[in-house]
């Protein structure tokens, strides 16, 4: 992916399985992506709140439900801060919720994608994220 190296990511992401097959993909398709995970909404809360210019994200992916604060709830945080306008916000769930992912579109998502079950599929969506950033 040209256009994306030695930018930063933040992952929210709960599950250790999904974290480390999507840093495994994005890593293959961009060695030099630098990849920051919150295992909370809290934490990646308090990661944005307090990141620096020169480790600020291109790219922010959301699991929908992470403990206690939900990537939903994160974007609405995000939308009242405007250091975020111009960052690519996607959200990755397990579920197709109509209601889920028309509420994320409103508060500011670019995509709502739904976790595939197999590595081949994971790669896919990695790719589709990084396009999303690149667009």
Not at 56 to 78: C, E, R, T, V
Request: proline share 4%; net charge negative; with cysteine.
């Amino acid at each position: 992916m040209t256009g994306f190296s030695g930018r930063y990511v933040l992952l929210a992401e709960d599950d250790i399985d999904d974290q480390e097959f999507l840093i495994e993909a994005l890593h293959e398709l961009d060695p030099e992506l630098n990849v920051h995970v919150a295992d909370s909404g809290e934490k990646a809360i308090e990661y944005l709140s307090s990141v620096t210019v020169t480790s600020f994200p291109s790219l922010i992916i959301l699991d929908y439900n992470l403990p206690k604060i939900n990537g939903q709830q994160i974007l609405s945080y995000l939308k009242n801060d405007e250091r975020y306008d111009g960052v690519t916000k996607l959200v990755w769930s397990t579920s197709n919720a109509p209601h889920y992912v028309q509420c994320c579109l409103q508060e500011g998502a670019k995509a709502y994608l739904v976790k595939p079950t197999d590595l081949g599929g994971i790669k896919k969506v990695a790719a589709t994220m990084l396009a999303y950033c690149s667009s």
